[in-house]
T-cell receptor, first 112, second 116 residues
Framework: SQQGEEDPQALSIQEGENATMNCSYKTSINNLQWYRQNSGRGLVHLILIRSNEREKHSGRLRVTLDTSKKSSSLLITASRAADTASYFCATALSSNTGKLIFGQGTTLQVKP | GAVVSQHPSWVICKSGTSVKIECRSLDFQATTMFWYRQFPKQSLMLMATSNEGSKATYEQGVEKDKFLINHASLTLSTLTVTSAHPEDSSFYIC????????????FGPGTRLTVT
C-alpha cells in the first residue's frame, strides 16, 4: 500500500530557479530515498537519507528529513531544463524487508 | 555499477493471452527482486517481492494467480501476466536489491504492456 504523499503534485518554474518538493509518510522508516523518472522511462536513484540523518547534499540536490514530522524535502538548486521529470520519494520501512513504498510524485517542469 | 535489464521493453498482446516479462541482474546476484506496476501519471505500486528459491510475497490486493512470479535463479525473475485484459495495460518495473542486503535497489528500465 502506498504511504507517501508528495506536494506539490505539479511544479512549473523557470530555468535557474530553485525547486522544492515535499514528501510525507506514515510509519517508522530506516531511510528515505528520492528518485527521478523521465516520461515513460525507468527510475534514476538520486539520494538516500537515513533516519538518523537530518540533511544530505549531492551536487545541486539537498534533502532534509524530519522524522518527528515524518516528512522530507528535496531541493533542486539552479534548475535546468534537463531537470524536467517526475520526482518520487520512497520509504524503506524499519523492518528489513527491503521493500520501498513510493509517494505520489511531483511532476516538475523547468522552462528554458 | 549494478545494472538491471528487462525484456521486452514493450509488448502488445491480445486479451486472454499470457505475457512473460523478464528481469535480470546483469553484473550481480540478487536474492530479492521486486515487481512494481505504474499506471499513466501515477506512482509505482509494489506488486510483489520475489525471493530466489521460494514463493513470491504478494502485496494486498494483487492476485497471485494472475501475476505469476518465478525467481528461478540469482539473476532472473519473471512476471507472467496470465489471461491479460485491457485493464492490465500498464508499465511494469522490476528492481533488484543490492547484494549486500542494504536498502538500495537497482531498477530496470520497465516494460510497457498494452492489452488490446
Amino acid at each position: 500500500s502506498q504511504q507517501g504523499e508528495e506536494d506539490p503534485q505539479a511544479l512549473s518554474i523557470q530555468e535557474g530557479e530553485n525547486a522544492t518538493m515535499n514528501c510525507s509518510y506514515k510509519t517508522s522508516i530506516n531511510n528515505l530515498q528520492w528518485y527521478r523518472q523521465n516520461s515513460g522511462r525507468g527510475l534514476v536513484h538520486l539520494i538516500l537519507i537515513r533516519s538518523n540523518e537530518r540533511e544530505k547534499h549531492s551536487g545541486r540536490l539537498r534533502v532534509t528529513l524530519d522524522t518527528s514530522k515524518k516528512s522530507s524535502s528535496l531541493l533542486i538548486t539552479a534548475s535546468r531544463a534537463a531537470d524536467t521529470a517526475s520526482y518520487f520519494c520512497a520509504t524503506a520501512l524499519s523492518s528489513n524487508t527491503g521493500k520501498l513504498i513510493f509517494g505520489q510524485g511531483t511532476t516538475l517542469q523547468v522552462k528554458p | 555499477g549494478a545494472v538491471v535489464s528487462q525484456h521486452p521493453s514493450w509488448v502488445i498482446c491480445k486479451s486472454g493471452t499470457s505475457v512473460k516479462i523478464e528481469c535480470r541482474s546483469l553484473d550481480f546476484q540478487a536474492t530479492t527482486m521486486f515487481w512494481y506496476r505504474q499506471f499513466p501519471k501515477q506512482s509505482l505500486m509494489l506488486m510483489a517481492t520475489s525471493n530466489e528459491g521460494s514463493k513470491a510475497t504478494y502485496e494486498q490486493g494483487v492476485e497471485k494467480d494472475k501475476f505469476l512470479i518465478n525467481h528461478a535463479s540469482l539473476t532472473l525473475s519473471t512476471l507472467t501476466v496470465t489471461s491479460a485484459h485491457p485493464e492490465d495495460s500498464s508499465f511494469y518495473i522490476c528492481s533488484a536489491r543490492a547484494p549486500d542486503e542494504t536498502y538500495e535497489q537497482y531498477f530496470g528500465p520497465g516494460t510497457r504492456l498494452t492489452v488490446t
